[in-house]
């Protein structure tokens, strides 16, 4: 496939898709959105990719949504042309995802950041939701997965004010996942990207729709989806094979069924 506005490739079990409009410090237009779910798609339905990585540039992973291509629009254009709507496949695909951002992680950036289910951060990367200062408010999910992972206060401050956080204080928060040198993010990004992608997909599938179903369900219901996504497991061959290499010491040999 061609892509315009990414690249994409595939390194062992792990696909990748960087975002590459570096004269726009990658902002996220519909043709980004299109090219980074169709290629998130692809990855997802591919048995041999057990992980997803995305990230950008060193000064930007993005800098939100292309405010030139939304400035004209009307609200009859946003809701006719469902602008972000693509983003829904992306946040959907079953592979875990992780975002690797270094620099500008703002507005859409940050929301692409928060569909991921693991975020690095390199130490210069800066996060935050800018779109007050624009007339508007998050449009791509941030009011909502913001407060699911920082907490009401902490989002509220930064929504209604839009002020920007730094990698420190966006791990003490809860926004991402680790802080590292940012001259190590892409090589603690393959480590991490390469650990998950060894592990049986089926129950790497299973962990990720079950840790999704907690931002969704109360607890009762979480509960019963964790006891069916379990119980399912025993029907898989990696299940047997990983409890059998346990009583054998030695390493298992998944073959991701
Ligand atoms: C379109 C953008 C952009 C964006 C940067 N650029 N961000 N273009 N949309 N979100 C473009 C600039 O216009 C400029 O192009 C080039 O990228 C380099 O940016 P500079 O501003 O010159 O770089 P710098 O001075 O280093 O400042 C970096 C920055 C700043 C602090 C990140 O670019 C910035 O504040 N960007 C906007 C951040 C923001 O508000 N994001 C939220 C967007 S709204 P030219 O050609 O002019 O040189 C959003 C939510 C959508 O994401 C939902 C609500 C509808």
Redesign the pocket.
Known sequence: TEYETILVDQRGRVGWITLNRP???N???SRVAEEVTAAAVAFDADAGIGAIVVTGSE??F?????????EGMTSAD?IGTD??GAWRDFAAVRTPVIAAVSG?A??????LAMMCDIILAGDNA?F????I??G?????G?TQRLIRAVGYYKAAELVLS?RLVKAEEAERIGLVSRVVPASDLLAETTKLADTIASKSLPSVYAAKATLDAAMETPLTEGLEVERAQFAALFDTADQKEGMAAFREKREPDFVHR
């Open positions: 004269q726009a410090l902002a996220l237009n000064k930007a993005a800098a939100g949504a292309d405010i030139k291509e939304m946003m602008h972000f500008y703002l507005g859409g950036g940050c929301e800066v935050g939701q800018p779109e200062n624009l508007v408010i998050p449009g791509m941030g839009g």
